[in-house]
């Protein structure tokens, strides 16, 4: 898997530094600047310490299964151009050399429910799902959303509802509020049933 974060602080060099500092206990392969610099930090084939506690489909130990790149950002802003076409030029190079299908470029938000909500609603994943990095659902026929979502790969917790709801919006229905709807089920469904989680 590759997981996409944003740094949540003020600078891309407090974020690298901070990543490169030991007592903070974090990592992350990359590490990708506004302006388009990018730091290589943690060696691909080494386990960096960007995912923390989560799940995604069976995986639990999300950190010895995935790559991390870091985009940095305040979690209030836009990207910018130069950043994105970083990542999509990174991004193609991760999974031409690992194999590791769209399906498998996710958010940190959906595996670490409730614990993180980065990239956030507004990293551009039609982008991604536009230059076949990562996917992008078609409306279908609805079904149970919940047990849909599990399929797909979110791991529910206990009275999670509301969590798996607010990732799933961030990511595939930026600015949708309220209960689960039809148009929640509709996405939900198609994702279950083109790209059930392993």
């Known amino acids: 898997m590759v997981v996409i974060h944003y740094t949540a602080m003020q600078t891309a060099i407090a974020a690298r530094d901070r990543l490169c500092d030991p007592q903070a206990e974090v ?7 506004p302006k388009g610099q990018i730091w290589h930090l943690v060696a691909e084939e080494q386990r960096a310490w960007h995912a923390g506690a989560g799940q995604w489909g069976t995986v639990r130990d999300v950190n010895s299964h995935s790559i991390g790149i870091e985009l940095a950002n305040t979690g209030a802003q836009p990207f910018s151009e130069p950043q994105m076409a970083v990542l999509d030029d990174l991004l193609i190079g991760i999974q031409t050399r690992w194999g590791i299908a769209p399906k498998g470029v996710i958010g940190h938000a959906d595996m670490a429910l409730g614990r993180k909500i980065d990239p956030g609603p507004r990293f551009d994943w039609r982008r991604l799902a536009r230059l076949g990095l990562s996917i992008w659902p078609e409306v279908r026929a609805g079904g149970d959303f919940y047990r849909d979502a599990q399929r797909f790969g979110y791991a529910l917790p206990e009275g999670g509802e509301a969590l798996l709801l607010q990732a799933f919006r ?14 929640d089920t509709a996405l939900m469904a198609d994702l279950a049933a083109r790209w059930p989680a392993g």
Do not use: L, Q, T
């Open 27 to 33: 990592s992350a392969h990359y590490v990708i600047c």
């Open 170 to 183: 961030e990511r595939f229905r930026p600015g949708a509020g309220g209960a689960v709807c039809d148009a």
